[in-house]
């Protein structure tokens, strides 16, 4: 699932959502329901439509997943301390 996810970027960022700290929960459950918990770094986010489709794409036919369901939070909020370390190299940021 992580490498799938890596594959699907921030548009605006041109980092993956995966390295961006953009996933908050991975639950695949009993009758292989994968539901993606996910937060965007602002509420005005030009991709909030069109990343729950990319999500469902990269996921779906993973085997042992029949459906993926994405939800959007915003608690707890997005903020930078999010990026993991590969994805501050990428951006450019501190790593420290």
Request: charged letters at 25%.
């Amino acid at each position: 699932m992580i490498e799938r996810l890596q594959k699907v970027n921030d548009p605006e960022l041109e980092l993956d959502i995966y390295n961006l700290g953009l996933i908050y929960e991975l639950n695949l459950d009993e009758n292989d329901q994968l539901t993606v918990v996910i937060t965007f770094t602002e509420m005005v986010c030009g991709c909030i439509e069109s990343m729950p489709v990319d999500i469902k794409a990269a996921l779906q036919d993973l085997p042992g997943i029949k459906a993926v369901d994405v939800q959007i939070v915003w608690s707890p909020r997005w903020n930078m301390k999010r990026i993991s370390r590969l994805g501050r190299m990428a951006l450019g940021i501190s790593v420290h």
